[in-house]
Each structure stands twice: as structure tokens, then as C-alpha cells.
């Protein structure tokens, strides 16, 4: 009962856009947009929920640290290595303060996430989604790999990627260019 109130409200909010799709048998422009709108909100979640120069200081102070115990180890240095080996709390107090920092917009964005998944993932139109790839993004792109994560069409060609793979290549693209716009470093 709760997952048909979520789907008819998603619907209701999603489903225009199967609608203003120019194909809207083959839906790629919706899995697009809804990827670009998904990883806009997990974009601002990490803009708006991370202290940025926190978690770059924290990130410089590790490197730091472990640039210091690779030369200690080179050199065979016991001392420094003793000094390193006391600061190793430290270090750890610091790792654990930065996946605090990285997991409070995961844990904002995770469950509507995943009710947008479920609504793509039911919606007949999206789930018959086939995105062909020029040929040689057949070996750039590993699409077999990507095959063996969902089913493809038999009629398929073996270049061609279904809405879950059209959605993490948009959803990888858009979150680059949004981290770029809101001057987010780092990786996803």
C-alpha cells in the first residue's frame, strides 16, 4: 500500500516527462532528466551538509601522513616509524571524522533514491529503455559487463545498453558538471 501511494505520487511527478518525451516508447530523454535531477540533489546535499575545507584539511593532514610512514618505511627509519605508530590514532580519529562527513548526505539522499529507483524500475515504458551505443563504446564502456547486471532484449545489439546503464553513464556526467558548478572537488 505505501510503495503504490510512493509509485502514483512519482508517477504523478515523473510521468510528464515520459509523456513530453519525444519517444516515449524508448524514454531515453526521461532517464536522463531524472538522472540529472537526482544527482543535482545529491550534488547540493553534499554542498549543503559537508564542511568542504574541512574535509579538504582532513584529506591534506592523511596524505600528509601517509607520505610521512611510506619515506619512514623507505628509509627503514625505526624512530619515525615509533613517532608514526603513536600518531596512528590520530589518523584513525581523522578517517572515522571524514566518513562521518561523507555519510550525512548519503544518508539524506538514500531512501528517495531508492523509491525513484523503484518507480523506474516499474515504470513499463523506462524499463523497455535501449540506448545504442556507437560500436566502439562496446569496448570502451565494458557493455558486456554491463549486460550481465540486467536482462537485455534477445533482439538487443551487444552495443546497445538498457535504462540502468544510460542512467549510471547520465548520472556519472551530470554529477561531474554539477560538482564543477557548486565548486565541489573531489570525486563522487
Not at 545529491?42 to 611510506?70: H, P, S
Request: proline share 6%; hydrophobic share 50%.
Amino acid at each position: 500500500m505505501v510503495l503504490e501511494v510512493v509509485y502514483g505520487a512519482l508517477n504523478a511527478v515523473f510521468g510528464p516527462f515520459i509523456a513530453m518525451d519525444p519517444n516515449p516508447q524508448n524514454p531515453i530523454l526521461t532517464v536522463f532528466l531524472i538522472s540529472a535531477i537526482v544527482a543535482f540533489i545529491i550534488t547540493l546535499a553534499n554542498k549543503l551538509l559537508v564542511d568542504q575545507e574541512r574535509l579538504e584539511e582532513l584529506k591534506a593532514e592523511m596524505q600528509e601522513f601517509q607520505q610521512e610512514m611510506m619515506e619512514a618505511r623507505k628509509k627503514n627509519d625505526m624512530q619515525a616509524l615509533e613517532e608514526i605508530q603513536k600518531k596512528q590514532m590520530e589518523f584513525m580519529d581523522k578517517q572515522r571524522e571524514m566518513m562521518t562527513m561523507s555519510f550525512k548526505p548519503m544518508i539524506v539522499t538514500f531512501v528517495p533514491i531508492i523509491l525513484v529507483f523503484y518507480w523506474m524500475g516499474q515504470e513499463p515504458h523506462i524499463v523497455k529503455t535501449l540506448v545504442i551505443l556507437p560500436q566502439v563504446a562496446y569496448y570502451v564502456l565494458l557493455v558486456p559487463l554491463w549486460h550481465m547486471f540486467y536482462g537485455m532484449p534477445p533482439n538487443a545489439p551487444s552495443y546497445a545498453i538498457g535504462w540502468l546503464g544510460w542512467y549510471i553513464l547520465c548520472s556519472f556526467a551530470m554529477s561531474q558538471i554539477f560538482r564543477k558548478f557548486m565548486g565541489l572537488k573531489g570525486g563522487m
